[in-house]
């Protein structure tokens, strides 16, 4: 009984430092194909496209939060994955090669050896 109680006091301590304390990023990083083409800041609110291998990929950054509206590509989950606002949080639209994601603009922000 110990042991299930201290392991949910670390589940929710845990995730607690993921939501409060990590903070949100500052911001947003567009590769298309695997190549950077674009980076925003969160402070704006801008509407941007960028061209994937399949057309255009429509994003938009609103209050601090960043999401796709519109994508060329078949199903459309990239965009019911919601916006994103804290560090390390990322979209992906696959078929398209896109992805979105948020940095904090500090040291720590680039992904390790096994992520990359």
Sequence with gaps: MILIIVLSFLSVLS????????????????EVDGCHVLELSLDRNVTTTVTGPLGKTVIKVENGTVRITDSACPHGYCIRMGTIRLRGEVIVCAPNR????IRGGGENDSFDGVTQ
Aim: proline share 0%.
């Design 98 to 101: 896109v992805i979105v994601s």
């Design 15 to 30: 995730i607690a430092y993921v939501r409060f304390l990590s903070g949100g990023g500052k911001h947003v990083i567009v």
